[in-house]
């Protein structure tokens, strides 16, 4: 039997859960809040200086990684590596490899998993701050609703009431 799903990023385990039964027994209270990733960054390295540095540092490379420019890079990387190997140069080889395999799996790819974990935890903080609002904007349209009905049951009252003209 497999067990159930437990999240174990640890930025996830102190920051304030939003409140949806508050938002649907209290909506005219609630206010909505704009998450940005400056708000929540912090919950993955920290909130010292080392932790902003590499904060910002992860999701700068993450973001110039994804890029077009990057990949021509990497695919002139790949094909000059390849060329190299055909050619039998050797210090052209070990340098493709040396980038290649080392710098670029052993160093970049780390780093853009750090930055994608700086990103994802915004995205969440954002996905709970807008479910919040959500759901305080479902109570209100209920409470409407049900004004709206009872609205019409008193006309329909004084529809019965008043004797009909004509």
């Given at each position: 039997?497999?067990?159930?799903?437990?999240?174990?990023?640890?930025?996830?385990?102190?920051?304030?859960?939003?409140?949806?039964i508050?938002?649907r027994d209290?909506?005219?209270?609630?206010v909505?809040k704009?998450?940005?990733?400056?708000?929540?960054?912090?919950k993955?390295?920290?909130?010292?200086?080392?932790?902003?540095?590499n904060?910002?540092?992860?999701?700068?490379?993450?973001?110039?990684?994804?890029?077009?420019?990057?990949?021509?890079?990497?695919?002139?990387?790949a094909?000059?590596?390849?060329?190299?190997?055909?050619?039998?140069?050797?210090f052209?080889?070990?340098?493709?490899?040396?980038?290649?395999?080392?710098?670029?799996?052993?160093?970049l790819?780390?780093i853009?998993?750090?930055g994608?974990?700086?990103?994802?935890?915004?995205?969440?903080?954002?996905a709970?701050?807008?479910?919040?609002?959500?759901?305080?904007?479902?109570a209100?349209?209920?409470?409407?609703?049900?004004?709206?009905?009872?609205?019409?049951?008193?006309?329909?009252?004084?529809?019965?009431?008043v004797?009909?003209r004509?």
């Amino acid at each position: 039997m497999a067990e159930p799903r437990v999240d174990r990023r640890h930025y996830q385990m102190d920051r304030r859960k939003p409140d949806p039964i508050a938002a649907r027994d209290h909506p005219v209270e609630h206010v909505p809040k704009l998450i940005t990733t400056h708000h929540v960054k912090h919950k993955v390295h920290g909130e010292g200086a080392l932790g902003h540095f590499n904060n910002r540092l992860a999701v700068a490379i993450t973001r110039s990684v994804g890029t077009m420019w990057a990949a021509y890079a990497f695919t002139l990387i790949a094909v000059g590596g390849g060329v190299a190997v055909i050619t039998g140069n050797a210090f052209w080889t070990a340098v493709s490899v040396l980038i290649s395999q080392t710098f670029l799996q052993l160093v970049l790819l780390p780093i853009i998993i750090v930055g994608q974990n700086v990103i994802s935890a915004s995205q969440d903080a954002r996905a709970e701050a807008d479910h919040e609002t959500l759901t305080a904007l479902h109570a209100m349209n209920v409470r409407q609703l049900k004004i709206l009905e009872q609205q019409d049951k008193i006309l329909n009252i004084l529809e019965d009431r008043v004797p009909a003209r004509g």
